[in-house]
């Protein structure tokens, strides 16, 4: 699943897309967190996550739901720079967003959750 090669006709014509790539992300990472494959699911939902949030108009539910899910598959997966990027994409978004989401999408309190665990676990 190729997350960035969203096709714009496409999707101006199917807004729904997004949500259904959404939420193959989210089978992807509930399959990695599972074990079911985990590099490959963990890698499969971080490529559509990214792919909507580069894609889906900014502040929009799906893109604050794929921005979540791309830092929390960066912080679980585990793979070199994963954690760091994970930090720095966190610290990023809330600089530019100090209340987030300010709840209009219900992410905050997940939003501020994953924050926190960041703070509190060290890079491997």
Do not use: C, Q
């Amino acid at each position: 699943p190729g997350g960035r090669n969203f096709n714009p006709a496409l999707v101006a014509a199917n807004p729904w897309v997004f949500s259904a790539f959404e939420d193959l992300g989210h089978v992807y990472a509930r399959l990695a967190a599972a074990g079911t494959l985990r590099d490959a699911s963990y890698d499969a939902a971080y490529a559509i996550f990214a792919g909507v949030v580069v894609n889906a108009p900014r502040d929009t539910a799906g893109w604050w739901r794929a921005k979540e899910g791309v830092l929390r598959v960066l912080f679980e997966r585990g793979k070199p720079g994963d954690f760091e990027a994970a930090k720095l994409g966190m610290a990023d978004l809330r600089g530019n967003n100090p209340d987030f989401d300010g709840n209009r999408f219900g992410m905050k309190a997940k939003l501020e959750a994953l924050e926190k665990r960041l703070g509190e676990k060290e890079p491997k």
